[in-house]
T-cell receptor
Framework: NAGVIQTPRHKVTGKGQEATLWCEPISGHSAVFWYRQTIVQGLEFLTYFRNQAPIDDSGMPKERFSAQMPNQSHSTLKIQSTQPQDSAVYLC?????????FGPGTRLTVL | GEQVEQLPSILRVQEGSSASINCSYEDSASNYFPWYKQEPGENPKLIIDIRSNMERKQIQELIVLLDKKAKRFSLHITDTQPGDSAMYFCAASDASSSFSKLVFGQGTSLSVVP
């Protein structure tokens, strides 16, 4: 079991560019969660999917952020027109029910 | 929505002693309380959790206590070792539907010194 896979591990973008982050959940897990981690804000929930359907996006910034889960094997988080305040580690977690297991994260740096 | 407060933010203990981290939550609907350990540059790893139908759970040197009336839960690490040095996060969720977002505390940086 490879665990949750996230790519890329590091991404550097210029202000105003687009960033797409990928997550492959643990095989058989039916829920995928996205969180963001910064020193100041800590670990913040963004959005989650269950059986590929969006369930709760209450943590997503209303502009520029979107997430999709086109199939059971991957989810994407897209940030349009990135801003320096978007710099963070974006963590994906998958769950079969209850326990959530995190991937290694994508460190996004917006210059 | 749910808010979780975690204290202390920094904890330094002698090797072999116990370390305690305390969390409180606001939403009485929360019924699942996991603890994560995060080492520098690594992802958070689930180390122990407790559900609201329990008051105490122990896995080896880790003990979790839950007081639902006071809306508090705590992690106790007995016989600490240098390898226990890391960030620790508590979290709470309403897992009544089996799937629910986690709301995290701000974290505790634990240092175990020889």
């Amino acid at each position: 079991n490879a665990g949750v896979i996230q790519t890329p591990r590091h991404k550097v973008t210029g202000k105003g560019q687009e960033a797409t982050l990928w997550c492959e959940p643990i095989s058989g897990h039916s829920a995928v969660f996205w969180y963001r981690q910064t020193i100041v804000q800590g670990l913040e929930f963004l959005t989650y999917f269950r059986n590929q359907a969006p369930i709760d996006d209450s943590g997503m910034p209303k502009e520029r952020f979107s997430a999709q889960m086109p199939n059971q094997s991957h989810s994407t988080l897209k940030i349009q027109s990135t801003q320096p305040q978007d710099s963070a580690v974006y963590l994906c977690a998958s769950s079969l029910g209850g326990e959530q297991y995190f991937g290694p994260g994508t460190r996004l740096t917006v210059l | 929505g749910e808010q979780v407060e975690q204290l202390p933010s920094i904890l330094r203990v002698q090797e072999g002693s116990s370390a305690s981290i305390n969390c409180s939550y606001e939403d009485s609907a929360s019924n699942y309380f996991p603890w994560y350990k995060q080492e520098p540059g690594e992802n958070p790893k689930l180390i122990i959790d407790i559900r609201s139908n329990m008051e105490r759970k122990q896995i080896q040197e880790l003990i979790v206590l839950l007081d639902k009336k006071a809306k508090r839960f705590s992690l106790h690490i007995t016989d600490t070792q240098p390898g226990d040095s890391a960030m620790y996060f508590c979290a709470a969720s309403d897992a009544s539907s089996s799937f629910s977002k986690l709301v995290f505390g701000q974290g505790t940086s634990l240092s175990v010194v020889p």
